[in-house]
C-alpha cells in the first residue's frame, strides 16, 4: 500500500502561483511514477502531469503546458506541481497519483490521495 498527503492548495489571483506538494509513504516511492490530476466541480477527472520514477520524463496536457512543472525528490518521498500563471480555468480539486507507468490515463494508477483544493479568482 501506499498513502498519499497533497498539501499547498489555496486561493489565489488569476495570474498567480502555487505549489502542491504530495509525501508518499508506505511502499519504495521509486518503485512509482507519479501523476497530478484535476477535477472540476461538475466534470469528469482529467489529467494534469506526470512524471516517471526518476524524474527524467514528464509528460503535461496541452492546457497546462508552459505554466505547470512537475518533479519529484525521491530522498523525500515528495512529487511537486508548480503552477505559474494560473487561470481561472485550473480552478479544482487537485489529487496526486501513483503507478507502475507514467501516463495521462487514470485508470492506469494504483493509489489516490484525497486532494488539495485550488481556487483561481479572477
Known amino acids: 500500500q501506499v498513502q498519499l498527503v497533497e498539501s499547498g492548495g489555496g486561493l489565489v489571483q488569476a495570474g498567480g502561483s502555487l505549489r502542491l506538494s504530495c509525501v508518499a509513504s508506505?511502499?519504495?516511492?521509486?518503485?512509482?511514477?507519479m501523476g497530478w490530476f484535476r477535477q472540476a466541480p461538475g466534470k469528469e477527472r482529467e489529467f494534469v502531469a506526470a512524471i516517471n520514477w526518476s524524474g527524467r520524463i514528464t509528460y503535461y496536457a496541452e492546457s497546462v503546458k508552459g505554466r505547470f512543472t512537475i518533479s519529484r525528490d525521491n530522498a523525500k518521498n515528495t512529487v511537486y506541481l508548480q503552477m505559474n500563471n494560473l487561470e481561472p480555468e485550473d480552478t479544482a480539486d487537485y489529487y496526486c497519483?501513483?503507478?507502475?507507468?507514467?501516463?495521462?490515463?487514470?485508470?492506469?494508477?494504483?493509489?489516490w490521495g484525497r486532494g488539495t483544493l485550488v481556487t483561481v479568482s479572477s
Open positions: 508506505g511502499r519504495t516511492f521509486t518503485s512509482y511514477a
Open positions: 497519483a501513483a503507478g507502475r507507468v507514467a501516463g495521462a490515463n487514470p485508470s492506469g494508477m494504483n493509489y
